[in-house]
């Protein structure tokens, strides 16, 4: 699965950006699509995660500030990010997992300036 993501940036505290996450594949034969986040040197964490029947995941940090959502149409999977914090900078990766193979975007930034 090819991955194309988009949608970082720099932002301020309290503001809101969204996250897209293109696939080459058909949204609906893949298992699971989402985020992870990871500073540099440091282990990658999962995000949120969306399954192939809906069903969503996220991290404790991110709940309720977080929403990731899917369009069938454009084979694409966002992540729209509210109340953003400091420690929200990261690198975020999207990822998708078809049948125990995982493939990953390439990293976009977003960086939440106080």
């Known amino acids: 699965v090819q991955l194309q993501a988009s949608g970082g940036g720099l932002v301020q505290v309290g503001g809101s950006l969204r996250l897209s996450c293109a696939t080459s594949l058909s949204i609906f034969s893949i298992d699971v699509m989402g985020w992870y986040r990871q500073i540099p040197g440091k282990r990658r964490d999962l995000v949120a995660a969306?399954?192939?029947?809906?069903?969503?995941n996220y991290a404790d940090s991110v709940k309720g500030r977080f929403t990731i959502s899917r369009d069938s149409a454009k084979n694409t999977v966002y992540l729209q990010m509210n109340s953003l914090k400091p420690d929200d900078t990261d690198v975020y990766y999207c990822?998708?997992?078809?049948?125990?193979?995982?493939?990953w975007g390439q990293g976009t930034q977003l960086t939440v300036s106080s």
């Open positions: 990822y998708a997992d078809s049948h125990h193979h995982m493939s």
């Open positions: 969306i399954f192939n029947d809906g069903t969503t």
